[in-house]
């Protein structure tokens, strides 16, 4: 299972641009040893990265009770995070300094859906 943007996928993201702010949807399933790993790309990601590109945390939380859900369908974990476009996101994930930290991400997921919105 794929957990990071591959090239083709972020080109598609970029051309399918409507404009304005993005909101990011993060739903993440971790490996073993995880949640550690990935708290450490989190400090990351808030400290430097965010600041940098304009970003925004809006919501991070534990996943609870699944409601309406089949077998496997729950998460570990859900993220909101805000960016002022998508070209600030494309931006972000290119810097080298970024590259260097979300290794921590690859290895802290077993699964994830990475998925940009758009308010109603």
Request: hydrophobic share 40%.
């Amino acid at each position: 299972m794929a957990v990071d943007p591959r090239g083709a996928d972020l080109k598609r993201y970029v051309q399918e641009d409507p404009g304005g702010p993005v909101v990011m949807l993060n739903l993440l399933r971790y490996a073993e040893g995880g949640r550690e790993l990935y708290a450490q790309y989190a400090a990351a990601l808030s400290d430097t990265f965010l600041p940098r590109y304009g970003g925004e945390i809006l919501y991070a939380g534990d996943g609870s009770t699944a409601l309406v859900a089949e077998d496997g369908q729950d998460w570990d974990a859900v993220l909101l995070v805000r960016y002022p476009s998508r070209q600030a996101f494309s931006a972000m994930v290119a810097d080298p300094e970024y590259q260097q930290v979300t290794e921590l991400r690859t290895r802290a997921l077993s699964e994830a859906v990475l998925q940009a919105t758009r308010p109603w």
